[in-house]
């Protein structure tokens, strides 16, 4: 019965706080209003979800979010310090190519998203068979040290995340 209501409760949970941060309100109206859309989109996508992904370690989930929330507070003074005191030509932009241990669709895609939310990088390709992503720097004097950055940071613990 639950896994016919609520296939997914995580994401169900997850639209009912973005609906509520996005309104801006936790009225009754609001949060009824989310939990309908929690309740009423993860029934519609369930075709599309055929192996729900299994977190193997769902504490290094915050552990995880902490890390990134750190990195994007961190990542957007650099940028801001980039903008206004490097000199254009100063800058070493780069394309790093990531090899990834991860195989999990959802695990490459929190990846891409977390590389596109941290201010200075962008995710830009992953590779046909899924084993390496193209990532963009804005400023990266060492690439090299970006790559094993991403992968000890981000990729090591998605691993653990999701298996």
């Known amino acids: 019965m639950r896994a016919r209501f609520l296939p997914h409760p995580i994401l169900s949970l ?3 706080i973005t609906w509520l941060l996005l309104v801006n309100s936790v009225s ?3 949060i009824v209003f989310g939990a ?3 309740v009423v989109i993860p029934m519609i996508t369930q075709p599309y979800w055929p192996d729900i992904p299994k977190l193997r370690s769902p504490g290094t989930v915050i552990g995880y979010i902490l890390v990134v929330l750190y990195d994007i507070v961190m990542a957007n003074i650099q940028v801001a310090l980039i903008v206004l005191f490097k000199r254009r030509q100063d800058l070493q932009p780069a394309w790093v190519c990531v090899p990834l241990e991860i ?3 959802e695990a490459i895609t929190v990846l891409a998203g977390t590389i596109t939310l941290t201010p200075g ?5 992953l590779a046909q068979d899924g084993h390496a ?3 963009h720097c804005l400023h990266a004097p060492d690439p090299d040290g ?3 950055d991403i992968k000890s940071r981000y990729e090591a613990r998605l691993k653990e995340i999701f298996g």
């Open 133 to 135: 992503i193209l990532v």
């Open 103 to 105: 195989r999990s669709p």
């Open 14 to 16: 997850t639209l009912l």
């Open 28 to 30: 009754l109206n609001s």
């Open 36 to 38: 309908i859309l929690g």
């Open 146 to 148: 970006v790559r094993d």
């Open 121 to 125: 990088t962008v995710s830009c390709d």
